[in-house]
């Protein structure tokens, strides 16, 4: 086996370390932080926990490949079931709409609820399964950088297809074009969310997120998101993968163009191979100062961030369930302003993540935990403070609103994470959640590939290169990077 050192332990990086170390290879993982997972966290206080970043899980496979890999058992790490109601919508029309997990009950309820005949529904859902099945092993699960990638069958499939792929017009516009109501209309829009995008600039291809939420599922991790991180923790740590934290890695050290290790606390630890699992675009202008560093990829807009409140709420909400969404009046407007004006509109959709649905002891007894969050743009220096206190004052006013009751009142614990801590905490570029945003069709090209022509065994993890942002896409990088290692080697 070679000697490889992992720098972070994002979820990207521990897919990555117990994949390698599964192809029998030493892995020791460079960490800042003293504790692993990146923005996968969580913490307690008052009686409260809270999951800090993801709260939403699908493709639960792509964790259980990881047990798989090792010979261990999921069940002995890692528990999580399979939510019936996927998520509660608000309007402000006092429209409510719970989006069932089965398909039959989906397009009948959703048919009640909106102007939409059933069949237009599932024919727009078959639409979206079609988008996957032909570009999921071209875009997703590969090396796109790879000549092999692009002789391949699939490739030539999805080539014939590419009308009924929708990337020359945008989400909104397709959905805008398939659905008369407003309402239903901004129902699906909403999944550009789901990779920091805008609906109105994203290519009409981002319509297959509806097909994986519905035909994948939405699941809840026992213990709570933050789950996931311990059980692959754990998984790694009895594999023999070795950790340091409270290490920040300082460059990454290259000779004749081929890595030679990392610096860190002024030492130089040699290895073999190198995988950064940190931001591409710190790695590039922390770690590879002597190195040219491609421009254009790291130029690319970057997703939105967040601005989460962990409120304690003193009283339970029978209406409210895991996942609950208050759409904004307009949601053009909210999105102008995170992307253009790269501001906060004064109407935000408000998202409502309460785990204590699931784990009565993530909150006090008549307690509810929740995680309040709206979408915002990334971090260019905008004054955090005022825009806080004025999206704290019109999300309180907008939930005590639809919820009928006076939400600043039952608030008794509250904890704030904006833009500028995701991206102290994690080195995310600007606190981006997913990287470089979706927000034109070139977008899946202009991603970082896993590895580097220029530097050999340097290779590239995590949410912001290929194949892209959130859990599943970052532990596929792990994969193929330890495809790519493993050819090599
Ligand atoms: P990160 O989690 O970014 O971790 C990188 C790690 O590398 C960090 O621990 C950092 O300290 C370390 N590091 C960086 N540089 C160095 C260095 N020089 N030396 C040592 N260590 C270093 N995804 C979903 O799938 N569903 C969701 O519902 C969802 N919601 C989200 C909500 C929020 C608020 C946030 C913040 C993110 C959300 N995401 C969601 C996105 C998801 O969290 C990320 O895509 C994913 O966790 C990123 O993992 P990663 O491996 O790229 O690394």
Redesign the pocket.
């Known amino acids: 086996g070679k000697t490889i050192i992992i ?9 990555t370390a117990i994949r390698l170390r599964s192809q029998g290879h030493e892995v020791t993982v ?4 003293d ?7 969580a913490f307690s206080a008052d009686g409260y926990r809270f999951d ?7 493709m639960p496979h792509f964790v259980e490949d990881l047990f798989k890999v090792t010979g261990k058992s999921t069940e002995d790490y890692f528990a999580y079931k399979k939510k019936d109601t996927v998520c509660n919508y608000f309007y402000e029309d006092g429209t409510k709409f719970s989006a069932s997990a089965n398909i039959e009950s989906f397009a009948e309820d959703a048919s009640n609820t909106f102007n939409v005949d059933k069949a237009a529904l599932l024919e727009y859902l078959n639409k979206s399964k079609r988008k996957y099945d032909l570009t999921s092993s071209l875009f997703l699960e590969k090396s796109l950088h790879k000549v092999g990638t692009y002789l391949s069958k699939d490739t030539l499939k999805a080539i014939f297809q590419m009308g009924s792929l929708d990337i020359s017009t945008t989400l909104a516009e397709l959905n805008r074009s398939v659905f008369k109501d407003e309402r239903l209309v901004q129902f699906y829009n909403r999944f550009a969310t ?1 990779n ?1 995008s805008s609906p109105y600039k994203t290519p009409g291809i981002m319509s297959m997120i509806p097909h994986l939420e519905q035909y994948f599922g939405t699941y809840f991790p026992k213990g709570g ?1 933050h789950s996931i991180t311990q059980s692959l923790f754990q998984l790694s740590k009895d594999i023999g993968v070795v950790y340091q934290f409270n ?4 460059e990454i050290v290259t000779t004749n163009n081929k890595v030679l290790g990392i610096n ?1 606390g002024g030492q130089l630890v040699k290895s073999d191979i190198v995988v ?4 591409v675009v ?2 590039y202008r ?2 590879l100062p002597k190195h040219k560093s491609p421009e254009k990829i790291l130029k690319q807009p970057r997703s939105s ?2 601005l ?1 409140f962990y409120w304690g709420i003193n009283k339970k909400f029978p209406e409210l369930d895991l996942h609950n969404i208050f759409f904004s009046d307009d949601y053009e407007i909210e999105f102008d302003h995170i992307f253009n004006k790269r501001q906060v509109c004064n109407d935000p959709t408000v998202y409502i ?1 309460i785990t204590s649905k699931e784990e009565e002891s993530d909150a006090p007894k008549g307690c509810e935990n929740w995680f309040t ?1 709206i979408n915002v743009p990334s971090n260019i220096g905008q004054d955090w403070d005022t825009i806080i206190a004025e999206s704290r004052k019109h999300i309180v006013k907008k939930l005590s609103r639809l919820l009928n009751e006076d939400i600043q009142s039952l608030i008794e614990f509250e904890s704030v ?1 904006d833009p500028r801590l ?1 991206e102290s ?4 570029y600007q ?1 981006a ?3 470089a945003s979706s927000n034109n069709k070139y977008a899946a090209f202009l991603r970082h590939p896993n590895f580097k022509n220029s530097i050999k065994n340097l290779y590239f ?5 290929h194949p ?7 532990l596929l ?2 994969k193929i990077v330890s495809e790519l290692i493993m050819k090599k080697n």
Do not use: H, W
């Open positions: 720098i972070g332990s994002g979820i990207a990086g521990m897919a460079f960490e800042s932080n504790y692993p997972g990146g923005k996968l966290t800090m970043g993801p709260s939403l899980f699908t789901y920091g998101m290490k920040k890695v300082e860190v950064s699992n940190s931001d710190p790695t922390r770690l961030s967040a989460i993540n969050m994470l995701i905490k994690t080195q995310s606190g959640l997913y990287g993890c995590g949410g912001s290169v892209g942002g959130g859990i599943p896409l970052c990088s792990g």
